[in-house]
């Protein structure tokens, strides 16, 4: 990370506790690490990149439907779907400071550090070699590749590492009150399970025909070897997942419809096209027959923030398989019974909820000639923005906050809204642009004979006179999700 890079990251990071976004899990007890929580902003912004998902993809596709699954599944469901088996990690540890890295992640560091130091060749040989070892699953050839390109402990500085060894992410619990009966049951890893165990609940229940797609807002549970960079990764999670299931021969059509579908979602938003790239995956998922990410340039590099993956019909096969009973779906169109095929998207909502964060963070100069004055504000697209007007009265009296406490009861119907009085305008338009509110409304002593109000608009900062009774509408089309769907 560049030195900018680096502080703008800290910024982002020290704001979103300073307003409310995001905090440290048990920060009292000195935190829990790679466990956070959400503030009362933070709360809203990530419900309403929910919204924006949940809407664009059940609402506005009339063939997919959403559940919502426990997050405890029977212990066979992860024994059919590879996880107790195969969802590990390579780890290796530091001798000299007993800290664990994942192994690919020291060398996706190398990588990008060549990159960044203008060595492309370097770059693109390591990534070859890493892809290859990972491939083959050769955790030895993986610990030569640290080795060979002199990658040292960021703590301790040395390269006296261990052997490579794989690490199960899954949590595990008991379930039952007298140990005697209990059974090992795991938190869910992905919430993808727990949609191919419904699938003919919800084929039946909603006569869905292929193709269709399930989709799904959930926690899920990974024990992270190494946590790092906020909350890109983190132990306890929460994945917006949608699976699709489609005709066996079809499915690479398909693949390429949600990858294009998927991408337009995020761009929606108006970030840079150049923020955003593909990343199609060479060691593919033991599932899987295709795969990509969509990467976002985050300050510390292009990362995944979503895979859209082909995951053919290897979990239905399997849960037919490890139940006993018929997963199949027949298609009246060819008179055939089949398994169907899956394509999957499955989006980290808080990897996009620190997107939308750092996208949205700006530090503005505001001098003018010796007067100097600056500002932070979170250009949230509105349709995001936790709070949508604050409604401010001039002063605490001659009867302001009474109309503007009228204003509110009216608006906040449609509307989160927040309401303050203390402290100085300028100082109440600086704390709502820090949280990214598109409006700020004050009332003031023309309101009381005329019925207008001023509408200060959060990116321009410029104020217009406006009829109060035409808030609703003023603000209503700036924060209708048509905006975006
Ligand atoms: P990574 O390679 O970064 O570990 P992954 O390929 O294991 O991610 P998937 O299993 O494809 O991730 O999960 C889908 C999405 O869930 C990811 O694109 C990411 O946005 C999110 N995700 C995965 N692991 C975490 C985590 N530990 N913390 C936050 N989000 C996560």
């Known amino acids: 990370m560049s030195k900018n890079n680096d502080e703008l990251f800290k910024n982002v990071i020290s ?19 790679a466990v956070y929580d959400y503030g009362q902003n933070g709360s809203e912004l990530k419900n309403n990149i929910k919204t924006y998902w949940w809407k664009s993809m059940v609402q506005m596709h009339e063939n997919i439907v959403g559940i919502d699954a426990a997050i405890f599944m029977h212990p066979t469901t992860w024994k059919a779907s590879g996880h107790v088996d195969g969802f590990n990690d390579p780890m290796i540890d530091n001798k000299d400071s007993k800290k664990r890295y994942r192994a690919d992640q020291l060398l996706e560091d190398k990588i990008t550090r060549y990159e960044k130091d203008g060595k492309a060749e370097k770059a693109l040989a390591l990534q070859l070699a890493m892809d290859e070892a990972l491939k083959s699953e050769n955790l030895a050839s993986l610990k030569d590749l640290i080795i060979e390109h002199e990658i040292a402990c960021p703590v301790s500085g040395t390269r006296n590492w261990t052997d490579v060894r794989q690490f199960n ?34 084929q039946k229940t909603g006569r869905m025909k292929i193709p269709f797609g399930i989709a799904q807002i959930g926690k899920a549970f990974r024990n992270e070897v190494i946590a790092r960079q906020f909350i890109m990764r983190m132990r306890e999670f929460e994945q917006m997942e949608m699976q699709f299931f489609v005709r066996p021969g079809s499915e690479m059509q398909w ?15 108006g970030t840079a096209d150049v923020k955003y790239r593909y990343h199609d995956h060479v060691k593919l998922a033991h599932y899987a027959n295709a795969a990509v990410d969509i990467e976002f340039e985050f300050p510390f590099g292009f990362k995944e923030v979503e895979g859209i993956h082909s995951r053919t019909d290897f979990d239905l096969s399997q849960h037919q398989k490890f139940s006993g009973k018929k997963i199949q779906y027949f298609d009246p169109e060819i008179n055939q019974n089949y398994v169907p095929y899956v394509i999957e998207t499955s989006i980290g909502l808080d990897r996009m909820f ?17 007067k100097k004055d600056s500002r932070v504000v979170l250009k949230l697209h509105p349709c995001l923005a936790p709070v949508k007007a604050a409604i401010l009265p001039l002063t605490k009296k001659d009867g302001l906050p009474e109309k503007a406490r009228e204003i509110m009861d009216r608006l906040k119907l449609d509307f989160n809204l927040t309401y303050e009085e203390k402290d100085s305008i300028g100082k109440r338009y600086r704390r709502q642009d820090a949280i990214g509110t598109p409006f700020c409304i004050t009332v003031d002593h023309q309101t009381l004979e005329d019925n207008t109000v001023t509408i200060r608009h959060r990116d321009s900062m410029e104020q217009e006179r406006v009829p109060a009774d035409q808030l609703e509408q003023i603000i209503g089309s700036r924060v209708s999700w048509k905006n975006l769907l």
């Open 15 to 33: 704001h979103a506790k300073e307003y409310g976004f995001v905090f440290q899990s048990s920060e009292i007890y000195d935190g829990l690490s």
């Open 255 to 269: 693949y390429e419809y949600w990858k294009d579908t998927r991408l337009k979602w995020h761009k929606a938003l």
């Open 169 to 202: 992410l899954m949590f595990s619990t008991q379930i039952g009150a007298v140990a005697e009966e209990s059974d090992q049951i795991y938190l869910r890893p992905e919430t993808a399970q727990g949609i191919f165990v419904n699938y003919l609940n919800v």
């Open 354 to 370: 620190l997107l939308t964060l750092i996208n949205a963070y700006e530090e503005q100069d505001l001098s003018e000639g010796d």
